[in-house]
């Protein structure tokens, strides 16, 4: 429970001391405390929160514009964002505005919508191509930090790995609330831990506060991993893709998503079929055997699930992909589509996490036998062509993101993937607080260059 955030929403429209009462009751939901601490805990936020409004008396204006968030009037839930569909791919797009319009550059940026970001440098004369990309644990893994630990630390390595580069360096960071026991820091650092040592890439730093610090009651646990790699070539992002390119697809046992759908479903032999490290093992291979210089694109199919990434994809370049919806199935870990199919969950709308490659026709070949050599089983499913979209040869439709990622738990069924009758109307109120978020910034800057 957010307590400040309880107290702030409702301080404006409740009497001090009702509010001061209803706020001990909650704190002592969650603390085994005394009522007099609890009352005195309640009424230093109550304090502290007045103390912070008081900034709408002071005659700086700029400081107040400075301090305002620029509300766009919807909410995350609302919006979509974190769910892996239309809404949050917007919401992304409008986040990647607000860092392009800075004046420094990299060579693969936020715009791009790929899975990492990429910095060129040049060392003793040698171009070097430096990825990052961080992700953050699965919300509902909160309960289970090993797992969460485990698939946050694999997402963000795959996320380096499709840009072509050789993961070298893992760094972490933890919140856990106030409530929690630290064993689950302990817990979900093992996890990490566990990919860590399996493919033989440090974790060398990290950062450890609470949620909200005093503020957030409870045990949740939010957290990410980021990840850096290096390579000596240009990276394989989506921009790369071109006409008569062939689309190949690795098994996707799932991570995270899957995880959690096996969980809140009670399919709880699937776990096992996440806990893998194909995707990195077949990266690693075709950096070893250099042939990812040749790969035109990579992707980890995860936001979204296919239908996001293809989409993402079409949008970056401006082609169309074919594919197979039979040969896709194929790629499927057969107990992970199993769950899925049993509970009528839409494969093409989640993440499975399978390595997609986007590859001339000269070197198909080459690359399927390399990855097959390490183990990982692989398959054509589609082409690269100019009809502008993604889509399936069985019945030509284009392929979309839903609003949302396809309903995977009870709860997400229940709030359903819908588009909103106002969407247009909503994405032009979050353009707007996007816009001045940009003119906040440079506000700021022309403010700090002039002092």
Not at 31 to 36: G, L, T
Not at 393 to 402: A, G, V
């Amino acid at each position: 429970m957010d307590i400040e955030g309880f107290v702030r929403d409702r301080i404006k429209t409740s009497d001090e001391k009702s509010l001061e009462s209803v706020l001990s009751n909650h704190i002592l939901d969650y603390k085994d405390i005394s009522n007099e601490n609890s009352k005195l805990i309640a009424k230093s936020v109550i304090e502290e929160v007045k103390n912070a409004f008081k900034i709408d008396l002071v005659d700086d204006n700029f400081l107040k514009e400075v301090i305002n968030i620029p509300y766009a009037g919807i909410t995350m839930g609302e919006m979509g964002v974190g769910s892996r569909g239309s809404g949050d791919f917007f919401v992304h797009k409008k986040i990647a505005e607000i860092v392009s319009s800075t004046k420094t550059k990299s060579f693969v940026n936020p715009t791009e919508q790929d899975d990492g970001g990429v910095v060129k440098t040049n060392i003793s004369g040698e171009n070097v191509y430096i990825t990052t990309a961080i992700d953050g644990i699965h919300s509902r893994l909160s309960e289970y930090p090993f797992l969460g630990g485990f698939h946050v630390t694999r997402a963000s390595l795959r996320d380096v790995c499709v840009m072509g580069a050789k993961p070298v360096a893992i760094i972490s960071d933890l919140h856990l609330a106030d409530d929690g026991d630290v064993g689950k820091l302990f817990d979900f650092t093992s996890g990490a831990s566990t990919v860590s040592e399996l493919i033989d890439v440090p974790i060398v730093a990290g950062s450890t506060l609470r949620v909200g610090g005093d503020m957030v009651l409870g045990n949740r646990l939010v957290s990410s991993i980021g990840s850096i790699g290096v390579s000596e070539h240009v990276p394989t992002a989506r921009k790369r893709a071109e006409v008569g390119d062939v689309i190949l697809l690795t098994e996707g046992s799932g991570g995270g998503t899957i995880t959690t759908t096996a969980i809140y479903n009670g399919f709880f032999d699937v776990i096992w079929e996440t806990l893998d490290i194909s995707f990195i093992k077949a990266s690693n291979v075709l950096n070893e055997e250099n042939l990812i210089k040749d790969i035109h694109a990579m992707t980890d199919v995860t936001n979204g699930g296919l239908r996001g990434d293809a989409h993402e994809i079409s949008n970056t370049t401006g082609l169309g992909l074919e594919f197979s919806l039979d040969d896709i199935n194929k790629m499927i870990n057969p107990k992970v589509l199993n769950m899925l199919n049993t509970l009528d969950i839409d494969p093409l709308g989640i993440s499975i996490d399978s390595l997609m490659l986007i590859v001339p026709k000269n070197i198909v070949s080459d690359v399927i036998n390399s990855i097959k050599s390490v183990g990982v089983k692989i398959s054509e499913i589609g082409v690269v062509d100019n009809k502008g979209y993604p889509r399936l040869i069985e019945n030509e439709i284009e392929l979309k993101p839903f609003f949302r990622e396809a309903a995977y738990t009870k709860i997400k069924k229940v709030m359903g993937d819908a588009t909103p009758k106002d969407f247009e109307n909503t994405k032009k109120k979050v353009e707007k607080a996007a816009i001045k978020s940009i003119r906040k910034k440079n506000d700021v800057i022309k403010y700090m260059s002039e002092k």
